[in-house]
């Protein structure tokens, strides 16, 4: 119950505060990820970091260090734009229970061979 009590205090304190987009305008979600090759100097295991845009308004961001280790930094590119298609699902399925229905949702990343392999995976 002092947990729920506290949120709430949180919420009174914070009604003022929200992404605000005018009636009318389209909105576009558009996805970011980037995954580093071993970046833990003391397990060699990679961090994925993903965020997710609308419009113009940061409305997720996720970062989180892998439980298992890779052999080059395609394969991590390629793991990790699998496990960020899902969260990008599920944002666009938060949206249609809101009444947006957006159909093309682009995905960026920033390594090519990771692009080429996730276009054709044989």
Not at 34 to 40: E, F, P, Q, V, W
Not at 81 to 108: F, H, K
């Amino acid at each position: 119950m002092t947990n729920v009590k506290r949120i709430l205090k949180h919420l009174r304190g914070t009604i003022d505060v929200g992404l605000w987009f005018p009636k009318g305008v389209s909105l576009s979600l558009v996805g970011y990820f980037n995954s580093d090759y071993a970046g833990c100097k003391l397990d060699r295991k990679s961090t994925s970091v993903t965020c997710h845009l609308l419009r113009s308004a940061l409305v997720s961001w996720h970062s989180k260090k892998k439980a298992y280790v890779t052999l080059s930094t395609d394969e991590t590119e390629y793991i990790a734009s699998g496990s960020y298609c899902a969260q990008l699902l599920w944002t666009n399925q938060q949206l249609m229970d809101y009444g947006v229905r957006l159909d093309n949702i682009p995905l960026r990343c920033d390594n090519t061979s990771a692009i080429n392999l996730t276009k054709n995976p044989f």
